[in-house]
């Protein structure tokens, strides 16, 4: 069992083991800070979805709250008009590149985008940018779940819930920049590709990507 | 054992020596077969000379060797013949070079017309320490960088070449890692981070497997000085790498080298065949307990893949891209094992900083950034090329008496420093010296190198929009700050560009967005990304209110903003050449003889304007396009 160690979360004091990543530490005592990428399992953690910013003293600027460790003595602030200002372009950056038509989107109400944007009392539509939500087709090949790739954030959770709990390796990241997105080999459809519907990816989508079908 | 290594060395070094006396003997030929020789020619000029030497039955020898730095004159050949002072011949073409086979070689006329300079000092014909560049040009790593074969060992042995190995096997690692630290060297790959610091956080490491990586992944555009000196000086390269494996303790090296520069890894792979023979590479290193082997890994041209954990990922097979910090390379770099990598300059200085002690290193330079810097010069520079300059120099020293300035009497506008990593700086902040520190408060960063030279025809925003269009391009795409806000941050400037953009707030959503990449993304590419936008915000803010506000492009650049004018009394009935010279034909001629443009076609080639001849001068370029509008008009009156 590895040390415990006291730090204080926007003035509350939590004990917790030392070593462990501030994110999970502060959801774990119900103190949120938005994210989409974070699986505690993938060390070193993705760090890709730039949402989890926190102060913390000792530190110029804002820090991502998944890939820092907890010491002793650590003081952290979740809000601060930095980690705003932070948090804020990226959601919508984030926006952007996501199909917003929420009522028509099946994970409505359950959706970690819209989540987000309530703690954090953001818009749930583009203010500053423009949309650039790619014209990609939904790929509905398998008979239990659907992808529209329109609605993907890359958070990247599907892919490792696919590589590494389910050990299928039926999709993946692939292409650079703007044009990543979460496909199969090949770009096959999914019913081509050596998925087996075990629905796993499904699960821990964050936001209507994938969702089962019905 | 020590002093096994230096017994074994000095052996091999006297035969090193032997050969090359012996090659003095005769008459030689150096030309420069770096990629930039190639590219203006140096492969017929080589044998052209090979041809004549042999037609005349000469016991001469043409040698390739690598890049001098004066890409401006290249093809560059030198022929050193004994009794004479060795020669730099610049802009040889294949009659040149039979000329001075003929000339030179037969007879004994060294053509002192098509000489540049001379290699010795002697006194009839100047040296390079004769010239502005000389005076303020300082080499250390690129001392034989164009003067020894890169293919044989034993010329760079003959210089010298692997006593610093030889001395530092008689000393313990520590040694070595405290005279790197106390030589202060920083990291040349960029950021600057101290070389010596990084090793030792390495070397603390429990784990007995540790790796120690060459970056040769230069991808900067205008940037070429990495690829030179591998292409130039291998053996300095190696020589640095194996000696910091010792300092570190690895027990592995590799060169990750574009694969876009296949003579650079044709000329390493030669160079580490030879150092292995030599028994400088391999088991028990000239005799010693230390073994150590280095092997080459060719990158795919991801630009990302240049930052440290995209590279390391691209080399496991995986995916070239960025993972965050901590932990550290050092900590957990190449297949989890702790892992140096630093830049091919940086490794470099390290046998020089060991033969001739730290304190020499620091004699050069500024206290906060010892040594030299190298830089390509591009541009609108008048001596373009690869430059050695001692730290603290200033921006002016190095454009104006190292480079000679901006050609065709144009104006110097900006200097782009760093590549898309780095800033333009204008005219007022020439007189920063060059340290990683200074530059960095300028809004600029050392970068690996690439300087290059803006003038008045250069457009700021254009500038700023091709930067920011090449790391939107080269984003691997995994933090949201890269992948969607420098696509964001193009929209914006592609507008303005095009005249698109009427809205002055514009310009606060590109700054904002540009401070949140900088300030959020991931990886250094992203966190660097900004600043071309950033630093032309700064200085040339005007610039991008004229683009907004009056449809205008000051410096005529910007496509969608100019058009092309033929000006009726400058104009002449005698000449036909732009006619000719458009590929739309959307050039005329009017009922009076005169030409014209039809707009529709024009595609804005700039053939008309480039072919049209200097005593006319007809062709010109109008911005905002409505201009032309008011000059038709004039005309017709």
């Known amino acids: ?214 | 054992m020590g002093q096994a290594s230096t017994e074994l060395y000095e052996k091999i070094k006297a035969a090193a020596t032997e050969k090359i006396t012996a090659l003095k003997q005769k008459p030689v030929v150096l030309v420069g077969m770096a990629t930039c020789g190639k590219a203006a020619g140096a492969e017929k000029v080589r044998e052209a000379f090979k041809k004549e030497i042999e037609s005349h039955g000469l016991e001469a020898q043409v040698i390739d060797v690598g890049c001098m730095g004066h890409c401006y004159a290249e093809p560059l050949a030198i022929i050193a013949k004994p009794g004479h002072t060795p020669l730099c011949y610049g802009y040889v073409d294949e009659e040149l070079a039979k000329r001075l086979v003929i000339d030179f070689l037969v007879n004994d006329d060294p053509c002192y017309e098509f000489a540049m300079v001379a290699l010795e000092t002697n006194d009839v014909f100047p040296t390079f320490s004769d010239f502005p560049r000389g005076v303020y040009e300082q080499k250390m790593i690129l001392e034989h960088c164009g003067f020894i074969d890169p293919e044989d060992i034993d010329h760079y042995i003959d210089k010298d070449g692997y006593a610093a190995l030889a001395k530092i096997l008689t000393l313990e690692p520590e040694e070595v890692l405290e005279e790197v630290k106390s030589a202060n060297l920083r990291g040349r790959g960029g950021a600057g981070f101290p070389a010596g610091t990084k090793w030792e956080a390495c070397r603390k490491q429990k784990e007995p497997v540790k790796y120690v990586i060459c970056n040769g992944d230069e991808g900067d555009p205008g940037a070429f000085m990495d690829r030179s000196i591998l292409e130039s000086n291998p053996h300095q390269v190696i020589e640095g790498l194996i000696i910091s494996a010792y300092a570190i303790g690895a027990t592995e090296g590799y060169f990750y080298i574009r694969a876009e520069y296949p003579q650079a890894i044709r000329t390493i792979r030669t160079a580490l065949e030879q150092a292995r023979e030599k028994g400088f590479l391999g088991k028990s290193i000239l005799g010693s307990d230390f073994d150590f082997e280095i092997k080459v890994f060719q990158g795919s041209g991801a630009f990302v893949c240049g930052e440290g954990s995209a590279l390391v990922s691209s080399m496991e097979g995986k995916m070239g891209i960025p993972r965050p910090r901590p932990p550290r390379l050092t900590t957990s770099g190449f297949r989890g094992k702790p892992t140096v990598v630093n830049n091919v300059k940086t490794f470099c200085y390290v046998p020089l900083i060991m033969k001739n002690g730290a304190d020499w290193f620091k004699s050069t330079g500024t206290p906060g950034s010892p040594g030299t810097a190298v830089f390509t010069l591009v541009g609108k520079i008048t001596n373009s090329g690869l430059v050695e300059v001692p730290m603290g120099t200033t921006l002016r020293q190095l454009i104006y008496d190292v480079g000679e300035g901006i050609p065709d009497e144009k104006e110097f506008k900006a200097v782009q420093i760093g590549g898309p990593s780095g800033g333009c700086l204008p005219e007022s902040a020439l007189d920063v010296p060059i340290d990683f520190d200074s530059l960095e408060e300028a809004g600029a960063m050392m970068g690996s190198g690439g300087l290059v030279v803006l003038n008045e025809d250069d457009c700021m925003v254009g500038i700023a929009r091709y930067f920011l269009e090449f790391v939107q391009k080269e984003s691997c795409g995994k933090c949201t700050f890269c992948r969607l806000g420098t696509k964001h941050m193009l929209e914006i400037l592609n507008d303005i560009t095009q005249g698109k953009e009427k809205d002055l707030a514009s310009l606060d959503l590109l700054r904002e967005l540009a401070e949140d990449i900088k300030a959020g993304s991931l990886c250094n590419l992203g966190k660097t990304a900004p600043n071309p936008v950033l630093t032309t915000l700064r200085y040339f803010w005007d610039e991008y209110i004229v683009h907004i506000t009056e449809g205008r492009c000051p410096a005529l650049m910007c496509k969608d903003l100019i058009v092309y004018y033929i000006a009726p009394e400058l104009c002449s009935k005698l000449c036909n050449v732009c006619v000719g010279s458009c590929p739309t034909e959307a050039i005329y001629t009017r009922e009076d003889g005169l030409k014209a443009i039809d707009q529709e076609k024009c595609v804005k080639c700039d053939n008309c304007l480039k072919t049209c001849p200097p005593q006319y001068n007809a062709v010109i370029k109008l911005s905002p396009p409505e201009m032309l509008k008011e000059k038709e008009g004039g005309s017709a009156k």
């Open chain 1, 1 to 214: 069992m590895s040390k415990k160690i006291t730090l204080t979360i926007d003035g509350r004091e939590i004990t917790a083991p030392e070593g462990e990543k501030l994110l999970w530490v502060a959801l774990d005592n119900d103190i949120y800070i938005p994210n989409l990428c974070a699986v505690k399992e993938i060390d070193p953690p993705q760090a890709s979805c730039r949402l989890c910013f926190v102060e913390v003293e000792g530190y110029r600027e804002p820090v991502t709250a998944c890939n820092l460790a907890v010491t002793e003595g650590m003081v952290v602030k979740t809000r601060s008009p930095a980690v705003d200002r932070l948090v804020k372009t990226a959601f919508e950056l984030l926006l952007s590149d996501h199909r917003l038509k929420c009522s028509e989107c099946p994970k409505n109400r359950s959706c970690e985008l819209q989540k987000i944007a309530k703690e954090r009392r953001l818009k749930l539509r583009l203010t500053r940018f423009r949309p650039l939500v790619k014209d990609l087709p939904i790929d509905d090949s398998p008979d239990t779940f659907a992808f529209d790739p329109t609605r993907c954030v890359l958070c990247g959770r599907c892919v490792w819930e696919d590589h590494e709990v389910a050990g299928v390796g039926a999709i993946g990241f692939s292409r650079r920049g703007i044009d990543r997105r979460v496909t199969t080999f090949g770009d096959t459809s999914l019913a081509d590709s050596p998925c087996i519907e075990c629905g796993f990816c499904v699960e821990v989508c964050p936001v209507g990507a994938l969702s089962f079908k019905e």
